[in-house]
């Protein structure tokens, strides 16, 4: 295996999201080039920019946001995903004039369900989280 793709379905505070940061995490350390990691269903929930972990408990949003910057790999959101929990990328104008920032972290991409077949047609292997 030369290349891998990840889809996380499970929130931030499941231990299968620990595992999956672990795995692409040993993945890379192999010389495996991770070609991206898929966030869907509650998956999605790791992009959240209000996410408050305790600091005595693993920091799964801080460990997504090193691999975006240290190893250069794409994440995206699923967008139907994120709407139906309540994340979204749009601006808009609130009544009072206020306008509301995205509430999904800057180290994500929004992107829909044809970003998941490319990542798995890019990859020698596909593993769900």
Known sequence: MRSL??????PPSSYLTITAI???????DAGIDVVG?????????NASANISIPNDEYQTH???????????????VCITAC???????D???????????????QYFTVSGLGELVELTAR????VQF
């Open 5 to 10: 793709s990840v889809v996380i379905t499970t």
């Open 22 to 28: 672990d795995y692409i995490n040993c993945a890379i």
């Open 37 to 45: 990691v898929f966030f869907y269903q509650d998956g999605v929930l």
């Open 62 to 76: 801080k460990k997504w946001q090193t691999l975006n910057e240290k190893h250069a790999i794409n994440l995206h």
């Open 83 to 89: 709407e139906k929990r309540g994340l979204s990328d």
């Open 91 to 105: 601006l808009a104008s609130e009544p009072n004039g206020q306008i509301s920032l995205s509430n999904i972290s």
């Open 123 to 126: 990859a020698d292997k596909v």
